[in-house]
């Protein structure tokens, strides 16, 4: 008996998808999103508009033998990417990836500089700081091998020179990390064109990162 392929998961990964071309997230090309569940990997095909993507176009793999058994198109390309975020954190917990290219978050990524926002005290709560992981080929092994143990700590990676890659317990929460860290590098272009950000130092600051480390445990369970 095939397993049974759920409707409902390719709605919403088109509503994400939606939502992201809709906020400037994704270009006409770039970007892919998907859910795991139930032994199967949902996930967007490859260079295709979000705007137009429609439940059809979703491509559906059997993790036990990678094979596509549903969609009108071929799965993303980096779909070896996907798979692996999956099993990225040691304790589980992640249903939902998403990878793109957001404009201000990708110059950091271009830049290989992490993403501190210490002037910024819901960054810091939400984040304290978004790491980069090393370059790596897009399409290729390499591009989540360096990944290695980032997503313990975050559910958001910078990769180095290509862009990021996101996770949460749901797709929709992978899509809001996304959505506020952009707004964190977003925020710090606008900064340096009013002027010099100030840093919150000293005591306030430790508590900030105390908050951040009490939302992490919160978020895993601990």
């Known amino acids: ?35 795991r569940s139930d032994g199967l990997l949902y996930i967007t095909p490859s260079g295709q508009n979000k705007a137009w993507l429609t439940t059809e176009k979703i491509a559906v793999i059997d993790l036990a033998t990678r094979e596509q058994i549903d969609g009108t198109l071929k799965y993303s390309s980096e779909l070896p990417m996907h798979i692996a975020a999956y ?7 992640i249903g939902g990836v998403i990878h793109c ?6 110059a950091y990524a271009v830049c290989r500089k992490p993403l501190e926002c210490r002037y910024y005290p819901e960054h810091v709560i939400a984040f304290d700081k978004i790491p980069v992981a090393p370059y790596g080929t897009p399409g290729t092994d390499e591009i989540h091998e360096g990944i290695g143990d980032l997503f ?22 992978a899509l809001a990390t996304v959505e506020a860290a952009e707004h964190s590098a977003q925020l710090y272009a606008t900064c340096k064109m009013v002027g010099s950000p100030v840093d919150i130092t000293g005591g306030q600051y430790e508590t900030l990162v105390r908050m951040h480390a009490e939302r992490v445990a919160k978020a895993r369970g601990k």
Do not use: C, F, W
């Not at 020179?161 to 797709?171: E, K, S």
């Open 87 to 93: 099993d990225k954190r040691k304790a589980g917990g």
């Open 1 to 35: 008996m095939g397993k049974v392929i759920d409707q409902s998961i390719k709605e919403r990964i088109v509503k994400v998808a939606h939502r992201m071309d809709e906020k400037g997230l994704v270009n006409a090309y770039e970007g892919n999103i998907s859910v």
């Open 101 to 106: 290219h957001a404009t201000y978050l990708t």
């Open 152 to 173: 313990e700590t975050s559910d958001i990676v910078l990769l180095a020179n290509h862009g990021i890659l996101a996770v949460g317990p749901t797709v929709e929460d």
